[in-house]
């Protein structure tokens, strides 16, 4: 009786050492691409029995990647044989079969059992699930597999550097331009709209004279015109300096002259 259990302990490893010889696994394993960008991952397979056929199951997130074809691999085929497959595909899954033909004998060892391409939609990540994978032997029993998955990250598409816009004049007669520094539009009024009445500031939009442009090398640049505004309505400064010391004047002289006739 104890001769029998070691019997059936023994068989039992030898079962599980067995099932553990073929894997499958998503190569890379990891993969960070771009919005828009797309990708190829290979799934390959590592075993030491004699496989026949391979069917699986290939899940994603459907609103991250779209799946746009899966591709025969080379390990089927090895020693001339000829293969038949089968694609389905679906909304965020997609199944795969292939077999050899023409032969009665399986294939061991590593090799590319198919590569899947896919395009990136938005951002996120998304597991690439290898599910109800089936593969079996020349006899068509099955054979024990693990499968490995794997993942894809999708980074932001990088925003498109816009260049400046080039200094144009409008139908109102102003210049504008982009502060290289601040990257905020900026006006000057020109020539003819700088120009005020009666000591007053010109309006024009509402926008004040005298607003330094940056150049595209960063300096600052003048405008052709700058109004200089004069305090007050009516007579200017310079002209009531002027009344100041005529009046002063005449108060001189006529002090002296009532002097003079004493």
Do not use: C, W
């Not at 009786?1 to 068989?11: D, E, P, Q, S």
């Not at 599910?131 to 794997?150: C, I, T, W």
């Not at 080039?166 to 700088?194: E, L, M, N, V, Y």
């Not at 005529?246 to 002289?253: M, R, S």
């Amino acid at each position: 009786m104890a001769h029998k259990l070691i019997l059936l302990l023994a068989l039992l490893l030898y079962v599980g050492s067995v099932s553990a010889l073929t894997q499958m696994t998503v190569e890379p394993s990891s993969v960070t691409t771009r919005v828009n960008g797309d990708f190829t991952v290979t799934l390959r397979i590592d075993s030491d029995v004699d496989t026949y056929a391979i069917q699986f199951d290939v899940a994603y997130n459907p609103s991250i990647l779209t799946l746009l074809n899966i591709n025969e691999g080379s390990f089927l085929r090895s020693n001339f044989a000829n293969t038949y497959a089968v694609y389905k595909p679906d909304t965020g899954r997609a199944t795969y079969a292939i077999t050899r033909t023409g032969t009665r004998s399986g294939i061991s060892g590593v090799g590319d059992v198919a590569t899947l391409r896919f395009i990136a939609l938005r951002s996120g990540q998304s597991s690439l699930l290898i599910e109800q994978v089936k593969v079996s032997d020349p006899r068509a029993l099955p054979v024990a597999v693990r499968a490995y998955s794997g993942l894809a990250t999708v980074a932001s598409a990088p925003s498109a550097q816009q260049e400046p816009p080039r200094r144009q004049t409008s139908s109102g007669g102003r210049s504008f331009g982009r502060d290289s520094k601040s990257s905020s539009f900026i006006t000057t009024p020109s020539a003819d709209s700088a120009q005020g009445r009666n000591g007053q500031t010109p309006t024009t939009g509402g926008e004040p004279s005298g607003i330094a442009l940056e150049s595209k090398s960063g300096a600052s640049a003048q405008p052709e015109t700058q109004e200089t505004v004069t305090e007050g309505t009516g007579i200017g400064r310079t002209s009531f300096f002027v009344f100041f010391f005529i009046a002063l004047a005449l108060g001189a002289l006529t002090y002296a002259y009532l002097e003079f006739n004493k």
